[in-house]
């Protein structure tokens, strides 16, 4: 059965990016479904969010299997019935430079930053359409976190960068399909937030300098906001300082 309030899928949920996305779509209201391959740290999530007054359902699945990413698709819809947010935050990212790169590696970060989005977002795309009908105004979004390494390219980011691209790039067909039917996707495309993620970089930049998951969440918030009318590809968001375009 359909329901009359507005329902997000999020990947990624565990921690980071994701979670700050899910919490900012709760405090607006939206009934959630959360993934990542962590149950107890999703379960966490939910119980915190649900405090917030919106229902939680949690689907743990690993993005690099084929079967547990269309379970996730299949959860939220017989959870919800309408998907009015389809946000593709989980990701892995490997740093090493080219000349000896491990392939085992490239096909990680594709499976899961590339793969995983496409099969979501194909399982998904009827239930946005159906939805989008529901929601004359906005239509429904996807969200989808690339990263800036997607057309700034970094030294050692090489095949995370490749898959960042495919990701704006996927984004970018599925508007051609979709936007007139009221499906747009958004590719937002950050330097480094401080998440777990960025860790590794605290050598070289401090947390206190980098983006935080909460500015990624209210740019989320703020593209379910705009009208069907619009549609916003790709959205770079760098690093205050002399060097933007450095991720
Ligand atoms: N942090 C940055 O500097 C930065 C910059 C630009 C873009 N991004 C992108 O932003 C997104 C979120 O990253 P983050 O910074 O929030 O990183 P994070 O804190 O490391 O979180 C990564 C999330 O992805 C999930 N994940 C990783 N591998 C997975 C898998 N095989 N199956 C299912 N879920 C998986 C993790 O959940 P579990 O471990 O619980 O499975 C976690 O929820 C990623 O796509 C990343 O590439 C990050």
Redesign the pocket.
Known sequence: MTGTRRTALV??????????IARRLAEDGYDLTL????TD??RAVAKELGQLGVRTEVAP????AED?VRRVADVHRAAYGRLDALV??????SSAPLGGYPLRRFD?QF???VR?PFILIDACLDLLRETAELAPETGTKIAA?????ASAPEPGLSA?GAS?AALVALCEAVNTEASADGVAATA???????????AW?HDRIAPTE??T?ED?AELVLALTRTSRRAVVPHLPVVRAGSELWR?
């Open positions: 990947t990624g949920a565990s921690r980071g990016i994701g979670r700050a993934s990542s391959r962590d740290a999703l699945a690993d993005m690099a547990d593709l935050s989980a990701g892995v990212g990680k499976a899961v930053n995983a976190i690339s990263s800036v390494t995370y960042k937002i495309c950050p330097g480094y937030v401080d998440t777990d993620m960025s970089m980098m983006i998951s990624i991720a």
